[in-house]
């Protein structure tokens, strides 16, 4: 049955207007911005295959743009239309983010970076500098790696730190494979860069790590150096 003969309360969009977007799964979602679905297959049902095939919405727009393409029923304009979304996303919360609104709560922090790195494939290092009172002056990627490991210069950190006044830092990464269980690595680095943060009176207040299906923040678990 396609969409267009259903209840009008079951349909995506009348039931994003008259629910909000709170209300609707993540196949609804995305089967808004589908529009519309294959011979076989309406729009939902389209991105319910999607979901399942690639494991959850996240992942599916993380991916590879061969690999989506290569799936029945998206071409390139269904594939334009998921990255745009995406994009007006991520542009949406960095424009509320320096335009008043703050880094306060460390779900805010998660949201925000979270939305930022999923959709890279490799491994890659941000730094989220902000003023006095939690407002994000820069958010930048300064390290990439590969899709295990990244290497972080911390003199670098503190040069991009200090060149936007940055009065506190907060550093993010991603497991592009795995689940954001910090590994040794990420321990040490937290340290070594909250010390080095110390010595130039720049207050170092979290470690964000992005996983395949989860968010980790140091300071919410209380995590060493943040205990």
């Known amino acids: 049955m396609a969409i267009k003969d259903w209840h009008k309360d079951d349909r995506p969009r009348?039931?994003?207007?008259?629910?909000?977007?709170?209300?609707?799964?993540?196949?609804?979602?995305?089967?808004i911005f589908l529009r519309t679905g294959s011979k076989t297959q309406s729009a939902i049902?389209?991105?319910?295959?999607?979901?399942?095939?690639?494991?959850?919405?996240?992942?599916?727009?993380?991916a590879p743009p061969e690999t989506v393409l290569s799936c029945h029923g998206i071409g390139t304009a269904k594939y334009a239309q998921m990255l745009a979304s995406l994009e007006m996303g991520k542009r949406?919360?960095?424009?509320?983010?320096?335009?008043?609104?703050?880094?306060?709560?460390s779900q805010a922090v998660k949201d925000y970076v979270s939305t930022q790195l999923r959709q890279?494939?490799?491994?890659?290092?941000?730094?989220?500098c902000l003023?006095?009172?939690?407002?994000?002056?820069?958010?930048?990627?300064?390290f990439t790696g590969g899709?295990?490991?990244c290497s972080v210069c911390v003199k670098q950190v503190l040069r991009h730190a200090l060149s936007h006044g940055a009065s506190q830092l907060i550093?993010?990464?991603?497991?592009?494979?795995?689940?954001?269980?910090?590994?040794?690595?990420?321990?040490?680095?937290?340290?070594?860069?909250?010390?080095?943060?110390e010595l130039i009176d720049i207050h170092l207040i979290d470690h964000i790590i992005v996983g395949r299906n989860d968010t980790l923040s140091y300071a919410e678990l209380g995590l060493a150096p943040f205990e």
């Open 45 to 62: 049902d389209l991105a319910r295959s999607l979901i399942t095939q690639f494991g959850s919405l996240a992942e599916l727009l993380a």
């Open 147 to 149: 899709i295990s490991a």
């Open 120 to 128: 890279h494939s490799r491994e890659v290092f941000a730094v989220l």
């Open 171 to 197: 550093i993010a990464h991603n497991h592009p494979r795995v689940s954001a269980t910090p590994s040794a690595a990420d321990n040490q680095l937290t340290t070594q860069l909250k010390q080095a943060c």
């Open 14 to 31: 009348e039931k994003l207007l008259n629910l909000g977007a709170a209300a609707l799964t993540d196949a609804e979602i995305l089967a």
């Open 131 to 142: 003023d006095n009172a939690l407002t994000l002056i820069n958010y930048e990627v300064l």
């Open 92 to 105: 949406y919360l960095d424009s509320q983010l320096k335009t008043g609104n703050t880094l306060n709560r």
